[in-house]
């Protein structure tokens, strides 16, 4: 009988799956809620019944869209299944859901690796190449515009040199672009997953306030490790500088989100209105460089000297 449900219900899972991958494919407007529901069918189902049989109805997809959709269309399946297939074995293990969550990227990840390598290899598509070629005809078509506006051939070919060195700057970071798009397409899916989950199963699924988030203090010390290689004095072409780049770009985000996670953990302890909070994370996308760098030391403080059990210490100290 469970065996009978297990094959039902993977019929039914990929279904729904090829379903969301047509609308994706062929309704403009739609298809962008569809493509971050596609890992929903693989999460529901990995949250059932674990990872070796998510992985059986994930080959069957891929096979399915090979044959009624198109070749353009297996990276998305294979994308999709592999972050829809970790979220879902962490739902089914029961882990947190922060944890769930870095299990779901770490899947989007090697997922959008193989779109690099898939795209690269049969279509002959390189991203890094093609993101290149048309910032290049963007800044031409920008240094003609200030030509039109009668800016001098001087300043013209500095602020095309600006824009080129900016170019270069996100072409090295290229994977830390790779690892945010992992990081928010895990969280979508996750979100929505979870409201589907609790629906249907009646269950009680749900991220933990954003003010519990914290990260392990080990994140400081690869941070200081990047930070530590970032002042070496390397060629712009060296995997170690690429390296120490990409990873002072993660972990200094990670870090803001600590800091962010502080302010709204403070907030509540403190019974100040939600007002703050929220304030602060609009002024960080207002003023980005300033704030984002202050809230990143405020999340590097917070990981090292503990200030939450620090404040909820001296709290209770004073109640006795």
Known sequence: MNQSKKITDGALLTAIFMVLLFVTILVPVVSIIAMFLLPVPFIIYGSRYDWKPTLLMLAVAMLLTTLFATV???????????????????????VSAYETWARGTFGF?????????????????NWIEEFELIVAQSMQMSTELLEQFGVGSEQATE????????????????????????ILLAFI????????????????????????????????????????????????????YLGAQNLLMLTGLLMSLQGFSFIFFYAHHKKMSKALPIISVVLAVIFPPLMLYLVRILGIIDIGFRLRDRLTGNEDKRKK
Not at 109 to 125: A, E, K, N, R
């Open 159 to 182: 602020a095309q040199e600006m824009m080129e060195e900016q170019v270069n700057l996100l072409t090295d970071l290229f994977p830390v672009g790779l690892a945010v798009a992992a």
């Open 189 to 240: 899916s996750q979100w929505a997953s979870y409201k589907m989950i609790n629906r249907i199963e009646r269950k009680e699924l749900r991220f933990p306030p954003f003010r519990t988030l914290q990260f392990p203090v080990s994140i400081i010390w690869i941070y200081l490790f990047a930070l530590l290689l970032s002042f070496i004095e390397l060629d712009s072409g060296n995997i170690f």
């Open 109 to 125: 990840i090697i997922g959008l690796l193989f779109v690099f390598v898939y795209t690269q290899v049969l279509f002959d598509i």
């Open 72 to 94: 353009f269309s297996l990276p998305i399946a294979v994308l999709m299944g592999l972050g829809g297939l970790m979220i879902g074995s962490a739902i089914y293990q029961n």
